[in-house]
């Protein structure tokens, strides 16, 4: 998956509680981005970031929240104002914001207990 | 805002028969158009995309994809399906000309290659 790392792979959480998954990439990409995935309604934008110390919300951020501090790490917060949590979460990097060269990591499956 | 449609959940071919995987966009602009192939519970893998130039672009694994601007389609094709093309596809768009970076997904197509 061309050097772009999500974990972990499964997570559970108990109702209430915050937890944060890791994106860490070594491609030297600029932008990164995390997608919610969910069965029948594709892939839908949560939060990017075009540069370092930098983050915009995408079209689904209330209950999410970010932090791009370094380069290669672009860790996501679910926090326990997020209604419906449990799906699969997607990290991609791309070179630049035009999608030039992108990937996306492997995903990391959520699941409220 | 932009947007792709992806309108069959599902489609099923015979192995060795051709297939199509059908995508149509709505963009302010002139568009950039993607195709990503996931497998189940892996991340996306990139197909193709098209930004300018020749409307047939061909892609990894022996996929192409044919851009009409007329009808605002980007239909994923293969001459020859293979079991092992099945999976789920996904068709997105960049507006080329927005500021913003995001890509804008379909809702994604399942194909079913049976033997």
């Known amino acids: 998956d061309g050097g772009i790392t999500q974990s972990p792979k499964y997570l559970f959480r108990k109702e209430g509680q915050n937890v944060t998954l890791s994106c860490e990439q070594n491609?030297?990409?600029?932008?990164m981005y995390w997608y919610r995935q969910d069965p029948g309604q594709g892939l839908r934008l949560i939060y990017y970031s075009q540069i370092v110390n930098d983050f915009q919300k995408g079209d689904i951020a209330e209950g999410y929240s970010v932090s791009r501090e370094k380069k290669e790490s672009f860790p996501l917060t679910v926090t326990s104002a997020q209604k419906n949590p449990t799906a699969f979460y997607l990290c991609?990097?791309?070179?630049?914001?035009?999608?030039?060269?992108?990937?996306f990591g492997q995903g990391t499956r959520l699941t409220v207990v | 805002a932009q947007s792709v449609a992806q309108p069959e959940d599902q489609v099923n071919v015979a192995e060795g028969n051709p297939l199509t995987v059908k995508c149509t966009y709505s963009?302010?602009?002139?568009?950039?158009l993607f195709w990503y192939v996931q497998y189940p519970n892996r991340g996306l893998q990139f197909l193709l995309k098209y930004i300018t130039g020749d409307n047939l672009v061909k892609g990894s694994y022996g996929f192409e994809a044919e851009f009409n601007k007329s009808q605002t389609s980007f239909h994923l094709k293969k001459p020859s399906a293979l079991v092992s093309d099945s999976a789920l596809y996904f068709c997105a768009v960049r507006d080329r000309g927005g500021t913003a970076s995001k890509l804008t997904f379909g809702t994604g197509t399942r194909l079913q290659v049976t033997l």
């Open positions: 963009v302010s602009g002139n568009p950039y």
């Open positions: 991609a990097s791309s070179i630049d914001r035009y999608w030039t060269e992108a990937f």
């Open positions: 491609l030297n990409h600029d932008a």
